[in-house]
């Protein structure tokens, strides 16, 4: 008996499960089919469900057509059943989330009662009001107006400009010739041929496949050219972009159509054909510059014979980004850039004002092939860091006059470290500690290291405004490494900026500008950076072996370790005084006289040249720094010899033509 009891209980529950059933004639039956259908739409799914005239697979069918250009599945909840004999109506509630935005409504839905069971009255405006009969629903996206980036005085950096998209239309071609036509315009346009043609092949009948967009017409890339391919077309638009197509690239990044990868990294806040930042501050501040899209749920109809209309189910309004305002002067950054544009290894000029710490160019040339050198670059600084020095040797009593050894070489724990090739004999011997800078004497300064602490170079480095957090900086920079700790040949390196000494070529402008300014001087780029997403940080890269830096936020090495707080014991005006003393002793006494034929304000400067490598002679960066009046500048160039004959000329350059 008990298992016929068990036996009969489990197909009642299984017929339930099939059909909308009456449990009696009365309100729970009714209330109970409701919310099984409310379920089954819920899941996208009324195959199992008893449908009045309309067969439940057809209408499942329909379901699906009509809902399936919506990408989502929505939460539907049944109201209040209204009975009235055989018949019971009720509200179906429906919520879905359409990209950022939520879309609800109600519709009627209406249940008759056959025998036991109650079966739905299908009809289109039960699954949306006003839906009609052949339409189905889809999502148009409304795209936000991507933010601004300024420059200096509000100067739009990147704004809307026209372009040219180019590629191949479909709509303009049979589909056999789809293919030809994709080789032809990849060969004319520089892209992977067999890459190319695959997406033409992949996208749809009606598509339009973008393979460049061009900010004008080239001698290259004609018009012509373009429209002599079958299927060739090229659509006026327009493109948030900077006035050139390398300007500060490195820097502010660029924006473009979202890769595979970024939309699956977003976590659904990027759908195919958004637009998104790659690289730079672009990335950096993208879901703030992006804003938000707004979207509509149109209706369309696929019954032959009927006219597409325009009917809108729902629309939300979008949100523009923000504009992101910078630091940059649009000139200077231009004219730091025209002067990397021959250099060919990796380069970079920075430009600072000292009485703000306003980055106004963070250039990265040419040879960078895309590298932010200017701002995450890591390289030994060489004897520009002979100012940090020279600061540690004044808080230990010396003066630019006071007498310090400089002979032609010294050697420490069996290292012998000599002078650069050509060191004038007249500066040799017991000189002046101005004329040990101006000509900058490595033994003069390696001899120091046992009155100078690694720990005093760390302090000194920091009171300079190196190697410490740059809170109103708003964007990802290498700030410079200063070891605490160093004992023998590591500590006599460091001494003239080498061992494991870094510093980016923003560091090195800082510190020139942190002696101009008579006080630490913390750098500012972005100045609404309070704007940061949540997590943003500074980046952090590990040199390879030649020198270069790549990123590596995974390194334990002493460049990756965190900036330090500000320095406690920052530099003084009257020491400022003093080093800014000896740096102008560089330009008239010293190897950059060169700079001596600078208009405006004297200048006073600092080169440097670092050693790096294995090889024998060693290969070598050039630096150079100096202040112009309100203005602090640093030159690199990776591989590039010696300080003053490479850099200097560029820097020369620079500082005449910025007036």
Same mark, same amino acid.
Request: aromatic residues 4%; contains cysteine; proline residues 6%.
């Given at each position: 008996?008990?298992?016929?009891?068990?036996?009969?209980?489990?197909?009642?529950?299984?017929?339930?499960?099939?059909?909308?059933?009456?449990?009696?004639?009365?309100?729970?039956?009714?209330?109970?089919?409701?919310k099984q259908l409310a379920s089954s739409l819920s899941a996208l799914d009324v195959g199992q469900l008893t449908v009045a005239?309309?067969?439940?697979?057809?209408?499942?069918?329909?379901?699906?057509?009509?809902?399936?250009?919506?990408?989502?599945?929505?939460?539907?909840?049944?109201?209040?059943?209204?009975?009235?004999?055989d018949t019971a109506t009720f509200p179906l509630n429906y919520s879905w989330n359409i990209g950022s935005a939520k879309w609800?409504?109600?519709?009627?839905?209406?249940?008759?009662?056959?025998?036991?069971?109650?079966?739905?009255?299908?009809?289109?405006?039960?699954?949306?009001?006003?839906?009609?009969?052949?339409?189905?629903?889809?999502?148009?996206?409304?795209?936000?107006?991507?933010?601004?980036?300024?420059?200096?005085?509000?100067?739009?950096?990147?704004?809307?400009?026209?372009?040219?998209?180019?590629?191949?239309?479909?709509?303009?071609?049979?589909?056999?010739?789809?293919?030809?036509?994709? #080789?032809?315009?990849?060969?004319?346009?520089? /892209?992977?041929?067999?890459?190319?043609?695959?997406?033409?092949?992949?996208?749809?009948?009606?598509?339009?496949?973008?393979?460049?967009?061009?900010?004008?017409?080239?001698?290259?890339?004609?018009?012509?050219?373009?429209?002599?391919?079958?299927?060739?077309?090229?659509?006026?638009?327009?493109?948030?972009?900077?006035?050139?197509?390398?300007?500060?690239?490195?820097?502010?990044?660029?924006?473009?159509?979202?890769?595979?990868?970024?939309?699956?990294?977003?976590?659904?806040? /990027?759908?195919?054909?958004?637009?998104?930042?790659?690289?730079?501050?672009?990335?950096?501040?993208?879901?703030?510059? #992006?804003?938000?899209?707004?979207?509509?749920?149109?209706?369309?109809?696929?019954?032959?014979?009927?006219?597409?209309?325009?009917?809108?189910?729902?629309?939300?309004?979008?949100?523009?980004?923000?504009?992101?305002?910078?630091? /940059?002067?649009?000139?200077?950054?231009?004219?730091?850039?025209?002067?990397?544009?021959?250099?060919?290894?990796?380069?970079?000029?920075?430009?600072?004002?000292?009485?703000?710490?306003?980055?106004?160019?963070?250039?990265?040339?040419?040879?960078?092939?895309g590298y932010n050198t200017a701002m995450l670059g890591q390289y030994a600084p060489g004897s520009t860091f002979k100012m940090?020095? =020279?600061?540690?040797?004044?808080?230990?009593?010396?003066?630019?006059?006071?007498?310090?050894?400089?002979?032609?070489?010294?050697?420490?724990?069996?290292?012998?470290?000599?002078?650069?090739?050509?060191?004038?004999?007249?500066?040799?011997? =017991?000189?002046?500690? #101005?004329?040990?800078?101006?000509?900058?004497?490595?033994?003069?300064?390696?001899?120091?290291?046992?009155?100078?602490?690694?720990?005093?170079?760390?302090? *000194?480095?920091?009171?300079?405004?190196?190697?410490?957090? *740059?809170?109103?900086?708003? *964007?990802?920079?290498?700030?410079?490494?200063?070891?605490?700790?160093?004992?023998?040949?590591?500590?006599?390196?460091?001494?003239?900026?080498?061992?494991?000494?870094?510093?980016?070529? /923003?560091?090195?402008?800082?510190?020139?500008?942190?002696?101009?300014?008579?006080?630490?001087?913390?750098?500012?780029?972005?100045?609404?950076?309070?704007?940061?997403?949540?997590?943003?940080?500074?980046?952090?890269?590990?040199?390879?072996?030649?020198? =270069?830096?790549?990123?590596?936020?995974?390194?334990? =090495?002493?460049?990756?370790?965190?900036?330090?707080?500000?320095?406690?014991?920052?530099?003084?005006?009257?020491?400022?005084?003093?080093?800014?003393?000896?740096?102008?002793?560089?330009?008239?006494?010293?190897?950059?006289?060169?700079?001596?034929?600078?208009?405006?304000?004297?200048?006073?400067?600092?080169?440097?040249?670092?050693?790096?490598?294995?090889?024998?002679?060693?290969?070598?960066?050039?630096?150079?720094?100096?202040?112009?009046?309100?203005?602090?500048?640093?030159?690199?160039?990776?591989?590039?010899?010696?300080?003053?004959?490479?850099?200097?000329?560029?820097?020369?350059?620079?500082?005449?033509?910025?007036?």
């Amino acid at each position: 008996m008990g298992k016929a009891r068990t036996l009969i209980i489990g197909l009642a529950t299984i017929v339930m499960a099939g059909s909308l059933t009456a449990c009696d004639d009365g309100r729970s039956g009714a209330e109970g089919a409701a919310k099984q259908l409310a379920s089954s739409l819920s899941a996208l799914d009324v195959g199992q469900l008893t449908v009045a005239g309309k067969d439940a697979g057809a209408a499942n069918e329909e379901l699906k057509a009509v809902f399936e250009g919506l990408d989502a599945k929505p939460a539907v909840e049944s109201g209040q059943v209204k009975l009235d004999g055989d018949t019971a109506t009720f509200p179906l509630n429906y919520s879905w989330n359409i990209g950022s935005a939520k879309w609800e409504y109600s519709s009627e839905a209406t249940l008759k009662k056959s025998g036991d069971k109650w079966a739905v009255q299908w009809s289109p405006t039960l699954l949306a009001p006003e839906l009609s009969d052949g339409e189905t629903l889809s999502v148009k996206t409304v795209p936000a107006q991507r933010g601004q980036i300024l420059g200096a005085g509000d100067a739009p950096i990147v704004e809307d400009r026209p372009v040219f998209r180019v590629g191949i239309d479909k709509t303009k071609i049979p589909a056999e010739q789809a293919d030809a036509s994709a #080789r032809a315009m990849a060969a004319l346009l520089g /892209l992977d041929v067999e890459e190319y043609a695959k997406q033409v092949a992949a996208s749809g009948p009606q598509a339009f496949v973008e393979g460049l967009v061009l900010r004008a017409y080239t001698p290259e890339i004609t018009e012509a050219k373009i429209q002599a391919i079958p299927g060739g077309s090229s659509i006026l638009d327009s493109m948030a972009l900077a006035p050139t197509r390398t300007f500060a690239r490195a820097l502010l990044g660029s924006v473009g159509q979202a890769s595979a990868e970024q939309i699956e990294k977003s976590n659904g806040a /990027l759908r195919a054909g958004d637009t998104t930042g790659t690289g730079g501050l672009q990335q950096k501040y993208d879901t703030l510059l #992006r804003g938000k899209d707004g979207v509509e749920v149109i209706a369309s109809a696929k019954t032959e014979g009927q006219t597409p209309g325009t009917k809108v189910f729902f629309s939300s309004l979008p949100a523009p980004g923000i504009t992101l305002k910078t630091t /940059l002067d649009l000139k200077l950054q231009q004219l730091a850039e025209e002067t990397l544009a021959g250099v060919g290894p990796a380069s970079a000029i920075v430009a600072l004002r000292p009485s703000t710490g306003a980055v106004l160019a963070a250039a990265s040339g040419p040879g960078s092939n895309g590298y932010n050198t200017a701002m995450l670059g890591q390289y030994a600084p060489g004897s520009t860091f002979k100012m940090v020095d =020279s600061l540690a040797m004044f808080r230990n009593g010396a003066t630019p006059d006071s007498k310090v050894e400089c002979p032609p070489t010294v050697t420490v724990d069996g290292r012998t470290f000599k002078n650069a090739e050509g060191y004038p004999e007249s500066s040799l011997g =017991s000189v002046a500690l #101005r004329d040990a800078f101006a000509h900058s004497c490595n033994t003069a300064f390696i001899n120091a290291r046992d009155t100078v602490s690694q720990d005093q170079l760390e302090s *000194a480095a920091q009171a300079l405004g190196v190697a410490v957090e *740059a809170p109103k900086l708003g *964007a990802d920079a290498f700030l410079g490494s200063v070891p605490g700790s160093a004992e023998g040949t590591e500590h006599a390196a460091s001494m003239i900026g080498q061992g494991k000494v870094l510093f980016s070529p /923003l560091s090195a402008a800082v510190m020139a500008a942190s002696v101009a300014n008579g006080a630490p001087v913390s750098p500012q780029l972005v100045l609404n950076a309070d704007a940061v997403p949540a997590g943003a940080a500074t980046s952090s890269a590990t040199p390879t072996e030649s020198g =270069s830096a790549t990123p590596s936020p995974d390194s334990a =090495s002493a460049s990756a370790l965190p900036a330090s707080p500000a320095s406690t014991k920052p530099i003084t005006k009257e020491e400022a005084a003093s080093l800014a003393d000896m740096m102008r002793a560089v330009v008239t006494s010293g190897h950059a006289g060169f700079l001596a034929s600078v208009p405006g304000a004297p200048v006073g400067a600092k080169t440097g040249t670092a050693e790096f490598g294995n090889e024998n002679p060693p290969k070598t960066h050039a630096w150079i720094v100096a202040t112009h009046g309100d203005l602090a500048v640093a030159v690199f160039v990776e591989d590039g010899g010696l300080g003053a004959t490479t850099s200097g000329p560029l820097l020369k350059s620079f500082l005449t033509a910025a007036g």
